[in-house]
């Protein structure tokens, strides 16, 4: 059974930093896209950043690009989600996702539980 498990949500005051991570058990993603999403109360689920086999990274035009940055571990089992200069509208549900043809959708074939990220004001 392929999981993905997310760690490190929490709660932060804004301008703090937090690292998500996401581990992959069941099936390896080497050659795949690893991605994370995000879902604000009231909102639809958005792209966050992603990273596909070749290391090519993929971010979200707007307020992620610049303060959030995704990296995978060399065995590209784990992928993870540094975000610094936190806000509170970066208050979400934070999804990991693997397996993509196209980056920047929502096309993908696993999807973690996500974790909770709370930024305080």
């Known amino acids: 059974q392929v999981q993905l498990v997310e760690t490190g949500g929490g709660l932060v005051q804004a301008g703090g930093s937090l690292r998500l991570s996401c581990a992959a058990a069941g099936r390896t993603f080497s050659t795949d896209t690893m991605g994370w999403f995000r879902q604000a109360p009231g909102k639809e689920r958005e792209f966050v950043a992603a990273m596909d086999w070749r290391m090519n990274t993929y971010y979200r035009d707007s307020s992620g690009k610049g303060r959030f940055t995704i990296s995978r571990d060399i065995a590209k089992t784990t992928v993870y989600l540094q975000m610094n200069s936190l806000t509170p509208e970066d208050t979400a549900v934070y999804y990991c996702?693997?397996?993509?043809?196209?980056?920047?959708?929502?096309?993908?074939?696993?999807w973690g539980q996500g974790t909770q990220v709370t930024v305080s004001s």
């Open positions: 996702a693997a397996r993509s043809q196209i980056p920047t959708t929502q096309h993908y074939d696993y």
